[in-house]
C-alpha cells in the first residue's frame, strides 16, 4: 500500500523547526517545497568577547527580548549566580539563574552591566543569543550568500529609504526593537509581520487562518506538529497549503505554512490581527537581509539572478 503525501511530509517534517523555541515532535508543514525548506540549517553567528575573554560564538535573534548564555561558558568564565530571572519560550515561562556580565563586546556593540539568564548548551547549540536587550538600536545584516552575520550603527544617509531594483525597503513600527511591518501579504490577505531570525519556520496566528479559511483554505489532514520550546511544555500547530506569500513586493515560493497562536504573538500585541513571524524557510530566499532598528527599517536584496521573480 502507497503511503499518503501527508504520511510522507509528516516523516520529513519530523525535525528540529528553531534552535530558539521550535521541537518539531512529529508530523507534517505542508507540501514538499516548504518541507525541504525547514530542515535544520546552521543558523548564522557572530564573534563575542565577555570581559576581553572569548571569542564565543551567538546566534542573533530579532524575536527574543533577553539575551541568554550558555552555562557552560559562563563555568568557564568563572562567572556566580545573581539571581533569579524569568525566561519565556514558546509555551511557558521559566524561572532560571542570572549572572552578571560587565561587558560585552561584538562588531561595534559594546554592553555593560548586563544581568543575563543562563541556559544548557544543550539546548541553545550556541555559546550564547543576542537579543533584543543588545542589538536594539542597531543594525544586523543577515548575509545569506556570503554566509555571514553583521552588527553595525544604523545607516544615518538621507538616501537610505531608497532602494535599487533588486531589494526593497520596508518601513516598520514598534518599540524596544518589537519591529513590525504591514507589507506583507498571504493568498492576498494583509498581514503584520515581523522578521524572527531565530526560527527556522515562518508561523501565523489563528486570526491570518480565519482570513484563509474564507478563501477556502483547509488545515492538512495530518495530524498536528508539536512544538516545544527550550522552557518546556508543547503546543500544536496546524498546516495547510497556500498559493503565495509575499513580503516586500517580492514573491516566496513556498506552498505552506504553520499556524499556531504562540504566546509571542500575544506579547507583541498581535493576536487579534493578521500575523505572522517569518522565519528562515523565507528569509533565505533573500541573499541579504537588515534589520535597521535606528532607522526603524527592513532592507530586503534578491541575488541578481532572482530579481525577474519580484511582483509587481
Known amino acids: 500500500m502507497l503511503a499518503s503525501d501527508d504520511d510522507i511530509l509528516g516523516a520529513k517534517m519530523a525535525v528540529k523547526l528553531s534552535r530558539r523555541c521550535f521541537l518539531a515532535a512529529a508530523a507534517s508543514l505542508a507540501a514538499a517545497p516548504l518541507a525541504a525548506q525547514a530542515q535544520p540549517a546552521k543558523l548564522l553567528t557572530v564573534t563575542v568577547t565577555i570581559a576581553g575573554k572569548g571569542p564565543f560564538r551567538f546566534v542573533v535573534d530579532s524575536g527574543a527580548e533577553r ?111 518589537k519591529l513590525r511591518t504591514a507589507d506583507c501579504r498571504v493568498n492576498g490577505i494583509g498581514a503584520t509581520a515581523f522578521l524572527d531570525s531565530g526560527a527556522e519556520v515562518s508561523v501565523g496566528n489563528s486570526r491570518l487562518y480565519e482570513l484563509l479559511a474564507e478563501q477556502g483554505a483547509q488545515f492538512l489532514a495530518a495530524a498536528p506538529m508539536m512544538l516545544t520550546g527550550i522552557t518546556g511544555g508543547s503546543l500544536p500547530a496546524r498546516t495547510l497549503s497556500i498559493a503565495r506569500a509575499q513580503l516586500g513586493g517580492f514573491d516566496l515560493s513556498t506552498t505552506g505554512l504553520a499556524i499556531a497562536d504562540l504566546p509571542i504573538f500575544e506579547r507583541w500585541n498581535l493576536h487579534e490581527r493578521p500575523a505572522l513571524f517569518v522565519g528562515l524557510d523565507f528569509l533565505r530566499h533573500f541573499s541579504r537581509v537588515s534589520i535597521d532598528y535606528g532607522r526603524r527599517q527592513y532592507r530586503l536584496e534578491l541575488a541578481g539572478l532572482m530579481v525577474a521573480s519580484r511582483m509587481a
Not at 167 to 176: D, R
Open 67 to 177: 539575551s541568554v548564555l550558555a552555562d557552560d561558558v559562563a563555568a568557564t568564565l568563572g562567572l556566580t549566580k545573581s539571581g533569579r530571572a524569568s525566561v519565556v519560550g514558546i509555551v511557558r515561562e521559566m524561572q532560571v539563574d542570572t549572572i552578571s556580565l560587565p561587558i560585552l563586546e561584538t562588531g561595534g556593540i559594546v554592553a555593560r552591566d548586563l544581568n543575563i539568564p543562563v541556559l544548557p548548551h544543550a539546548w541553545l547549540d550556541a555559546d550564547g543569543y543576542l537579543g533584543l536587550d543588545v542589538i536594539d538600536g542597531h543594525r544586523v545584516t543577515f548575509d545569506f550568500a556570503q554566509n555571514r552575520l553583521e552588527l553595525n550603527d544604523p545607516i544615518l544617509s538621507p538616501f537610505a529609504g531608497y532602494a535599487r531594483p533588486d531589494e526593497s525597503v520596508l518601513s516598520a513600527a514598534g518599540s524596544g526593537g
